[in-house]
Nanobody, 124 residues
Framework: QVQLVESGGGLVQAGGSLRLSCAAS????????MGWFRQAPGKEREFVAA????????SYADSVKGRFTISRDNAKNMVYLQMNSLTPEDTAVYYC?????????????????WGQGTQVTVSS
């Protein structure tokens, strides 16, 4: 099992930036691809970004390309999501997720471990 704890959410004005962090504990972390998903009120949970276990491969939703950057530090068991140029449409609960595979995926059904989420609110 891998336990995931997100942090870094909060309230920010449109155009601002936030950096989300995800701390992983439990069994080995470095063989897991990791991802970020988000869920806005009344909407399904959607893919945001993913990174392979080595960090050499990343994937982004079209809506965040060029604005968000996913990264990881396997030595610290951490995954990050740098979010720039935020808009009110980015308002959601953001979830960190891990899968028992080193390969990135944009499908939430491919992920085995989930954090509790952190709220991001962007005001206009």
């Amino acid at each position: 099992q891998v336990q995931l704890v997100e942090s870094g959410g909060g309230l920010v004005q449109a155009g601002g930036s936030l950096r989300l962090s995800c701390a992983a504990s439990g069994r080995t972390f470095s063989n897991n691809a990791m991802g970020w998903f988000r869920q806005a009120p009344g909407k399904e949970r959607e893919f945001v970004a993913a990174i392979s276990w080595s960090g050499s491969s990343t994937s982004y939703a079209d809506s965040v390309k060029g604005r968000f950057t996913i990264s990881r530090d396997n030595a610290k068991n951490m995954v990050y999501l740098q979010m720039n140029s935020l808009t009110p449409e980015d308002t959601a609960v953001y979830y960190c997720a891990g899968r028992r595979s080193p390969v990135v995926s944009d499908s939430r059904r491919q992920y085995d471990y989930w954090g509790q989420g952190t709220q991001v609110t962007v005001s206009s």
